[in-house]
């Protein structure tokens, strides 16, 4: 993973859900066995957090959470406010890190810790998400807007896959020199970047993920499975 650390997320996400799937068991669960192996793997993936980052299973568990509120396109407050908490922490996080192109000194002192930063992102996003996929965009342009982000949504996975493979690129033509100023040419370098991430994750979508149908239905066809005889008519 030294050259696509993107992939550092993948680690977290199997034990998001088996720790998930761990509590469903203790509280579902109808036999003591059952239950009891919940707890040895909800206590597992507990055990695997003191190495990884914790914070990262409570922003995951906001998310998860945000499943649970009713979604209503009327409620204009929370998707303003979400998105809002969202912004401050996205923009909190930013500057949490080095940043080379701005002196910030003046407000360091005032910058949450880095992960505060990262659950106030969380968190706005958990309050944000519920109205906002529910919401229908009136007019030409919001529905535009809509067509596109669906088109992005769907390679979204393959450009977290492919963004820094396709960074290391430009890197390696000598594009990954710092801009230490806002100007003309930094902000044209960053836009190219931009778009060539997008459309290296649109193209890796296009030959490999949106694939999966199609050979998700060629191994059924070749391997099909056969019900039990009691399910057969």
Same mark, same amino acid.
């Given at each position: 993973?030294? =050259? =696509?650390?993107? /992939?550092?997320?993948?680690?977290?996400?199997?034990?998001?859900?088996?720790?998930?799937?761990? #509590? !469903?068991?203790?509280?579902?669960?109808?036999?003591?066995?059952?239950?009891?192996?919940?707890?040895?793997?909800?206590?597992?993936?507990?055990?695997?957090?003191?190495?990884?980052?914790?914070?990262?299973?409570?922003?995951?568990?906001?998310?998860?959470?945000?499943?649970?509120?009713?979604?209503?396109?009327?409620?204009?407050?929370?998707?303003?406010?979400?998105?809002?908490?969202?912004?401050?922490?996205?923009?909190?996080?930013?500057?949490?890190?080095?940043? =080379?192109?701005?002196?910030?000194?003046?407000?360091?002192?005032?910058?949450?810790?880095?992960?505060?930063?990262?659950?106030?992102?969380?968190?706005?996003?958990?309050?944000?998400?519920?109205?906002?996929?529910?919401?229908?965009?009136?007019?030409?342009?919001?529905?535009?807007?809509?067509?596109?982000?669906?088109?992005?949504?769907?390679?979204?996975?393959?450009?977290?896959?492919?963004?820094?493979? #396709?960074?290391? /690129?430009?890197?390696?033509?000598?594009?990954?020199?710092?801009?230490?100023?806002?100007? !003309?040419?930094?902000?044209?370098?960053?836009?190219?970047?931009?778009?060539?991430? /997008?459309?290296?994750?649109?193209?890796?979508?296009?030959?490999?993920?949106?694939?999966?149908?199609?050979?998700?239905?060629?191994?059924?066809?070749? =391997?099909? #499975?056969?019900?039990?005889?009691?399910?057969?008519?």
């Amino acid at each position: 993973m030294t =050259n =696509n650390t993107s /992939l550092w997320s993948l680690s977290y996400e199997v034990w998001f859900y088996v720790a998930a799937g761990a #509590v !469903a068991l203790v509280v579902t669960g109808s036999s003591l066995r059952g239950k009891v192996w919940g707890l040895i793997l909800a206590f597992t993936s507990m055990a695997i957090f003191t190495r990884l980052e914790a914070s990262y299973f409570f922003i995951w568990m906001l998310g998860a959470l945000a499943y649970f509120i009713g979604r209503d396109p009327g409620r204009i407050v929370m998707l303003l406010s979400g998105g809002m908490l969202a912004l401050l922490g996205a923009v909190s996080a930013a500057l949490g890190t080095e940043v =080379n192109s701005l002196d910030i000194g003046w407000i360091s002192g005032l910058i949450p810790p880095r992960l505060l930063s990262l659950m106030l992102l969380g968190f706005g996003v958990s309050l944000a998400l519920p109205p906002l996929v529910v919401f229908a965009p009136m007019g030409r342009i919001g529905k535009m807007a809509e067509s596109c982000g669906s088109m992005l949504a769907a390679s979204s996975y393959s450009l977290y896959l492919i963004h820094r493979p #396709v960074l290391k /690129l430009w890197g390696h033509m000598g594009g990954d020199q710092a801009y230490t100023r806002f100007d !003309a040419w930094s902000l044209t370098m960053f836009a190219l970047k931009i778009m060539s991430c /997008l459309l290296a994750g649109w193209l890796f979508y296009l030959l490999f993920e949106k694939q999966t149908v199609h050979v998700r239905r060629m191994l059924m066809r070749r =391997n099909p #499975v056969t019900p039990p005889a009691e399910c057969r008519l």
